[in-house]
């Protein structure tokens, strides 16, 4: 069947933003329970915090869980810093004041990356970073359980945990735009496929979803027109270095010549005055040199 392959936000959106889907998207990646009737999609909070107002894909809570689904198509230089301040601010949102500090709510941050970044900094399928903080014993102490975690539907193996590994297959085999609904017979399986294949797509949609496509290929042409405009202006300060490099040679041998010339011509006026029996104090007076400065002139006719 063909479908739009899920690293399109856009669909992503609109296919795990099903309460059922998220429900059990969350129970299988973070084996906890969550009970929601509503899955808001570019979430913001009221009120900006920090210096910079985040925006979620996915965003769903309960009474004591908070989640928030980001979906990453091209892994860009502020990767694990951004995703780490957009899962600390949904820490700091909850502190209601400067005498308390507690979190009603349990954060869960998972990004979602759906392609392979060439430079190597993703070699995982998944990764779990948790705050909790380790004693001189090698003991966790289990006090912060808030998870950021980093999935990668693309390099699932062996020993990627079972439950997640489904899911990241199943994002896996939409990627190429098409999927053999055969392997797929679980209710929530057919649920995603029915919301993603092309037949159900209204043309509002399909607008969005090509904006997506146009962002994410835009990205990485700019990412290889920046490439090639650092190698030109590598190359262009190859060549000006060079140029300058030419001048620098070109201005040392007008120097040399300058001083050839220069003294070419107090040769010829120190000859002149030792012609008319001019003294060594005239010849000073005559020419501005000192009398050192006239006997190494005179040594270097002498040579000549």
């Keep these: 069947m063909k479908v739009i392959p899920l690293k399109y936000g856009t669909m992503f959106k609109r296919a795990f933003s099903q309460p059922d889907v998220f429900q059990q998207f969350a129970r299988d990646i973070l084996n906890i329970e969550l009970n929601i009737d509503k899955v ?17 894909d996915l965003f769903a809570e309960d009474v004591d869980k908070r989640i928030i689904v980001e979906i ?4 860009e230089g502020d990767f694990f810093d951004r995703f780490l301040y957009y899962h600390l601010i949904s820490m700091v949102e909850q502190v209601g004041g400067f005498k308390e500090y507690g979190f009603d709510r349990t954060v869960y941050t998972i990004v979602v990356l759906t392609s392979t ?11 779990v970073s948790d705050m909790n903080p380790i004693n001189e014993h090698g003991k966790t102490i289990d006090v912060y359980p808030h998870r950021l975690l980093f ?5 699932a193996n062996k020993e990627t945990p079972p439950k997640i590994k489904k899911w990241l297959d199943f994002i896996a085999d939409s990627l190429d735009g098409e999927m053999n609904t055969n392997d797929y017979q679980e209710n929530i399986w057919k649920k995603i496929i ?6 159900t797509i209204d043309p509002t ?10 962002w994410e290929e835009s990205k990485k042409r700019f990412a290889k027109e920046g490439r090639e405009e650092g190698r030109e202006e590598g190359r262009e300060e190859g060549r000006e270095e060079g140029r300058e490099e030419g001048r620098e040679e070109g201005r040392e041998e007008g120097r040399q010549q300058a001083q050839q010339t220069i003294l070419k011509q107090q040769q010829q006026i120190i000859l002149q005055a030792r012609k008319i029996g001019l003294d060594d104090n005239a010849i000073v ?12 002139v005179e040594k270097i006719s002498e040579k000549d």
């Design 194 to 199: 029915d919301t993603i294949k092309k037949k």
């Design 72 to 75: 990453q198509q091209v892994k």
């Design 40 to 56: 808001h999609t570019e979430y913001e909070y009221p009120e900006p915090i920090g210096f910079v107002r985040s925006q979620y």
């Design 151 to 155: 999935l990668c539907p693309r390099l």
């Design 117 to 127: 970044p060439r430079d190597g900094s993703i070699n995982f399928s998944c990764a």
């Design 285 to 296: 007076q005559l020419t501005g040199l000192t009398l050192n400065e006239i006997k190494a």
């Design 205 to 214: 949609l399909l607008s969005e979803i090509k904006d997506d496509m146009a």
